[in-house]
């Protein structure tokens, strides 16, 4: 992209757990290159500060605090966005927790509060914005999944399940949408320097950046229309 090339100029993005880390910079990336962006997180403080830095950058936001674990909070986000800023042409489920720790170890809320927020709330904002892009035959779903979705490691298993289970259900949805010339993508990054987790035992100087997610995520939404790139691998170059 050129200085002043404005790729998505006329388009809306909702992207949701928005307030930080990797959210904010795909915000960030898609508002750069001219996309009018709508942000959710469930914390209503950390979002207005993240959309009071975006609109500095001259970017037009629309921001509404909104669980994406529950139907009612997300319904109003989409009719929110609608209303705000118009149809939306891209969205980016970014929202997600971890726990970690042996399987065997986490209790039931444990096991839903992560399931309920990876996978669920995928689901959810999905299915309450897929209808209006089947009307208009246009649109790009993201999925941020991780490497913890395609690798087992020890103390991953409730998060693994989760982001496993979310490429299974990036795949369907891509089957069931792309004839409508929706585009449903996964995107799987490494450790991402962010608040996440402690991230134990690794050097950060070696991780990935929030901005190398959104650099993949500006790559699957300037595709051309006739294909797209189903699952992105996103590593660091140097093992952290
Ligand atoms: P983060 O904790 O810095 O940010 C998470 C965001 O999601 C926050 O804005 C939070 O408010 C929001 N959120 C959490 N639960 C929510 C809910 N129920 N409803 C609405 N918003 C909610 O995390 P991050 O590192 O930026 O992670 C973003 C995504 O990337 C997650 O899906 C995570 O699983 C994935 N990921 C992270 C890493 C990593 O190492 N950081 C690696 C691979 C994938």
Redesign the pocket.
């Known amino acids: 992209m050129t200085a002043g090339e404005k790729p998505l100029d006329g388009q809306v993005a909702l992207v949701?757990?928005?307030?930080?880390?990797?959210?904010?910079a795909i915000a960030a990336r898609l508002g750069r290159m001219g996309a009018r962006v709508a942000l959710?997180?469930?914390?209503a403080q950390?979002l207005e500060a993240a959309a009071t830095a975006l609109r500095r950058e001259g970017i037009e936001i629309f921001a509404q605090a909104?669980?994406?674990?529950r139907a009612a909070d997300v319904d109003a986000l989409v009719r929110g966005v609608r209303a705000a800023l118009g149809e939306i042409d891209i969205l980016v489920n970014?929202?997600?927790?971890?726990i970690f720790g042996p399987a065997h170890e986490l209790s039931e809320q444990d096991w839903d509060r992560i399931l309920d927020?990876?996978l669920k709330?995928v689901f959810l904002v999905s299915r309450a914005v897929a209808p209006e892009m089947i009307r208009r035959r246009t649109g790009h779903i993201i999925n941020?999944?991780?490497?913890?979705g395609k690798n087992a490691f020890a103390g991953g298993g409730i998060y693994c399940a989760s982001?496993w289970g979310l490429l299974g259900l990036t795949g369907c949805m891509a089957e069931d949408l792309r004839g409508y010339g929706i585009r449903v993508s996964a995107v799987?990054?490494?450790?991402?320097e962010?608040?996440?987790?402690p991230?134990a035992g690794k050097d950060s100087k070696k991780m990935l950046q929030?901005d190398d997610?959104a650099h993949a995520v500006a790559m699957l939404v300037t595709q051309a229309p006739q294909s797209f790139i189903s699952e992105v691998h996103l590593r660091p170059t140097q093992k952290p």
């Open positions: 949701t757990g928005a307030s930080r880390g990797i959210g904010r959710c997180s469930r914390n950390g909104a669980d994406v674990t970014n929202a997600g927790i971890g927020t990876n709330g941020i999944s991780s490497l913890a982001k799987c990054p490494g450790t991402v962010t608040d996440f987790s991230h929030p997610v």
